[in-house]
């Protein structure tokens, strides 16, 4: 199973304590407004990659993609994606569009920007438990979704303990072309 945290503008150095301890990756969408370089926060994301975190594209603002014009999709995609290369060496592959809102103008525009794959989920965590969308318990290949959020941390024990319960294994996304079964 997947552990993925979007947005990113409450980093919390307790999840960086739990990954290097647990020996956890995790992959994060990250606004790029929230990591920008002039910020405190950019510290954190570099910390993050450094403890075996994984940075995804999740747009430069955050804006509801299906309700702007194209050209600025493109821009929020490519925006990030050329941030994350110049921080942290490398473009991301995977992007997940803000509030899952996605058409094929957000595909087409995603594709332009170099990124094979956009990412939903099929479990989050609701504040009150670990919530998939068949209503059962987590199975293996699901994708967690969680935020970076003054709660995060306590979320997060809560998807571990899970996830142990289950018997199943948190693991970074690919960052390869899946491939469809």
């Known amino acids: ?20 301890s647990e020996h956890l990756a995790i992959t994060t969408f990250l606004i790029s407004q929230a990591g ?15 403890a075996g975190g994984v940075v995804q594209n999740h747009t430069v603002s955050h804006p509801w993609l299906t309700k702007v014009p194209a ?10 994606s050329a941030a994350f290369a ?16 996605v058409d094929d103008a957000v595909w087409r525009a995603a594709t332009n920007c170099g990124l094979e794959e956009l990412v ?6 609701n504040g009150h438990g670990l919530e998939t969308w068949d209503k059962g318990p987590l199975a293996p290949g699901a994708i967690v979704l969680m935020h970076w959020d003054p709660g995060l941390y306590g979320e997060l ?5 899970a996830c142990e319960a289950q018997g199943l294994t948190p693991r970074p996304l690919p960052t390869t072309t899946w491939a469809a079964t």
């Open 36 to 50: 920008d370089d002039d910020k405190e926060h950019f510290a954190f994301w570099k910390r993050f990659v450094a």
């Open 120 to 125: 939903m989920w099929s479990a989050v965590d």
């Open 71 to 80: 050209g600025e999709i493109e821009a929020q995609w490519e925006g990030a």
């Open 1 to 20: 199973m997947y552990l993925t945290i979007d947005d990113g503008w409450y980093p919390n150095e307790k999840v960086l304590e739990v990954m290097r």
């Open 157 to 161: 024990r809560q998807v571990l303990a």
């Open 86 to 101: 110049k921080w942290f060496g490398s473009r991301p592959t995977l992007g997940r569009p803000p509030y899952g809102a």
